[in-house]
Nanobody, 124 residues
Framework: QVQLVESGGGLVQAGGSLRLSCAAS????????MGWFRQAPGKEREFVAA????????YYVDSVKGRFTIARDNAKNTVYLQVNSLKPEDTALYYC?????????????????WGQGTQVTVSS
């Protein structure tokens, strides 16, 4: 069992930055690939970024490439999402998720554990 707790969200102006964190408890954090997803009001939850178990491979949805960076610290059982150059359309509840497998990291249904989310609101 893995428990995930996100933090770092907030209200920022367009062009601003935040660093989202997701702390994991439980065993063997390094055994899980990690992903970030987001859900805006009235929309479906969508993939944002993912990172392999080792941290050597990262994946992004096209809309955030060059602006968002995912990273992990296996010694601290934490995954991060640095979000820069924020736009109003980035406003959403951001979730982290853990997957025991190595494939399908952009697929919502592939993940085994989810956090409760942290809200990011970008004002224009």
């Amino acid at each position: 069992q893995v428990q995930l707790v996100e933090s770092g969200g907030g209200l920022v102006q367009a062009g601003g930055s935040l660093r989202l964190s997701c702390a994991a408890s439980g065993r063997t954090f390094s055994s899980y690939a990690m992903g970030w997803f987001r859900q805006a009001p009235g929309k479906e939850r969508e993939f944002v970024a993912a990172i392999s178990r080792s941290g050597l491979s990262t994946y992004y949805v096209d809309s955030v490439k060059g602006r968002f960076t995912i990273a992990r610290d296996n010694a601290k059982n934490t995954v991060y999402l640095q979000v820069n150059s924020l736009k109003p359309e980035d406003t959403a509840l951001y979730y982290c998720a853990a997957r025991s497998g190595a494939s399908g990291l952009s697929q919502l249904g592939s993940y085994d554990y989810w956090g409760q989310g942290t809200q990011v609101t970008v004002s224009s």
